[in-house]
């Protein structure tokens, strides 16, 4: 039996509505007309290797904007200017919350190779880098409207040694998404007494020395006619040295976990002596179409040690409860039922990855 998950989600203003989730009575109803109109189709295993290559359909999630009519934030008139970003700032005294609005930008600086950018914002409160909440990714546009909110629970009196970080980046599905430019407002500088509203000019993201970790590609596949959910582990790179000859044993663990907790997992063959594994490996768990928008899957990069513990490189999380990356591809996936969906994920230190659970 597939245990049934804990029913409360989280607070309202902790999640932003996200208008690519499919509600559960479109996905029981798309149930049902597989089962009718699919059950013949084989549920073949993906060689997908090639599919990290292969340019990706439209996100389901991803908002579909024609560029913006041409105006004062449009042309980026000096090589510095990175745009401007438009927030709002509040604080709930009764649930002790500090509620951050990512309204707009313009004017941001053109990353891809059209003239354009996919942006999206990260949000954070330093000095906790771990707590992070992402906007939806907008396409082909450097003026773009999010107009969401987040909300960060933290004692007012612990306010002013923090630091709100909201940082936009250019969305890249086959590799590390690049950083346009952020946003730093230290909390002491703030009076929250009232809500406040800015405009903000970005600056460049420091070049500090942050830890990389190495990258993943997998394919996600969910056929509904069999309730069958398939990972295929394809491959890694440029993972993070473990071992003292500059390489690592890395195998990959893969949990699905519901309501927090994790129920399956399953795990690669491990590949020695290198940073740059290739796996090409599939793994199905059985999830029926009730349950699998209460599910997520994370993957756990490991180095292998004979002797002592395997330690952990990084993990990635996919699923409606994860956000930003992570979301996108789950989005993916059920929007394109009985296709393997292939993306590349930048791997997060291990007490990053995984999705809140549900109080």
């Not at 090639?50 to 449009?74: I, N, Y």
């Not at 002790?96 to 609005?101: I, P, Y």
């Not at 090409?280 to 180095?303: G, I, M, R």
Request: with cysteine; net charge positive; charged share 25%.
């Amino acid at each position: 039996m597939f245990p049934e998950p804990p029913t409360p989600g989280p607070p309202a203003s902790e999640t932003p509505p996200d208008s690519s989730r499919i509600s559960q009575g479109e996905w029981n109803r798309r149930c049902v007309i597989g089962q009718e109109r699919e059950r013949q189709i084989e549920n073949g295993r993906a060689r997908a290797s090639s599919h990290c290559k292969r340019t990706p359909d439209v996100q389901p999630e991803v908002e579909e904007l024609d560029p913006a009519p041409s105006g004062p934030g449009q042309k980026v008139t000096e090589k510095h200017e990175l745009g401007r970003l438009q927030y709002s700032l509040d604080y709930d005294f009764q649930s002790g919350q500090l509620l951050v609005g990512i309204l707009q930008a313009e004017g941001l600086a053109a990353l891809d190779l059209g003239g354009s950018s996919d942006p999206y914002v990260s949000v954070y409160l330093l000095p906790d880098k771990r707590r992070r909440h992402e906007t939806k990714v907008h396409r082909q546009t450097l003026n773009p409207h999010f107009g969401e909110a987040f909300a960060f629970k933290v004692p007012y009196v612990e306010l002013g040694g923090r630091v709100l970080v909201m940082a936009v980046y250019d969305f890249d599905r086959f590799s590390r998404n690049d950083a346009i430019g952020e946003v730093r407002v230290p909390m002491s500088s703030v009076d929250l007494g009232r809500p406040v509203q800015a405009w903000q000019q970005l600056q460049a993201v420091p070049k500090e020395e942050q830890e990389k970790l190495g990258d993943i590609c997998f394919s996600l596949r969910y056929v509904p006619t069999a309730g069958k959910l398939t990972v295929i582990v394809l491959e890694a790179k440029n993972l993070k040295k473990m071992d003292v000859g500059g390489l690592s044993d890395p195998y990959v663990k893969v949990h699905l976990l519901q309501g927090g907790k994790k129920v399956r997992k399953k795990k690669t063959t491990i590949k020695k002596n290198t940073l740059n594994p290739y796996y090409n490996e599939a793994f199905s768990f059985e999830v029926p179409c009730d349950q699998v928008q209460k599910v997520q899957v994370e993957l756990t990069v490991l180095d292998y040690d004979k002797l002592g513990k395997n330690e952990a490189i990084g993990r990635v999380a996919v699923g409606t409860a994860v956000g930003g990356a992570g979301l996108r591809h789950w989005a993916d996936m059920l929007a394109n039922p009985r296709r393997p969906i292939a993306q590349w994920h930048s791997l997060r230190p291990p007490d990053r990855a995984r999705p809140m659970p549900a109080p």
